[in-house]
């Protein structure tokens, strides 16, 4: 099995730059699609980023495109999420996510991913 350890997470002020880390363990050689989610109190879980195994594809929610950025290192068994230019509404719990499916699968649904990490909480104050 796979194990995922999100880290990373902390208060900061609107307009700050932070970076999440999942760190993956087990058979990670089995995994192929890595992404994050997030959730906010009250809210549903929302796609926020992913990325394939190789990094040359890359996919963003709208509400994320050009302010965050995600990208991983094969050889350290870690994705990470670069946010910058933070505002209060990405509050959340953010969940990083892998996926152990060969092949064309959307990565931008929770449904595809195979193993969730317990979540790190990203609050940022106006």
């Known amino acids: 099995q796979v194990q995922l350890v999100e880290s990373g997470g902390g208060l900061v002020q609107a307009g700050d730059s932070l970076t999440l880390s999942c760190a993956a363990s087990?058979?990670?050689?089995?995994?192929?699609?890595m992404g994050w989610f997030r959730q906010a109190p009250g809210k549903e879980r929302e796609f926020v980023a992913a990325?394939?195994?190789?990094?040359?594809?890359?996919y963003y929610a709208n509400s994320v495109k050009g302010r965050f950025t995600i990208s991983r290192d094969n050889a350290k068994k870690t994705e990470y999420l670069k946010m910058s230019s933070l505002k209060p509404e990405a509050t959340a719990v953010y969940y990083c996510a892998a996926d152990r499916t060969h092949g064309l699968v959307d990565l931008t649904t929770s449904g595809t991913y195979d193993y969730w990490g317990q979540g790190t909480q990203v609050t940022v104050s106006s």
């Open positions: 990325i394939t195994w190789s990094g040359g594809t890359t």
């Open positions: 087990g058979r990670a050689f089995n995994v192929v699609g």
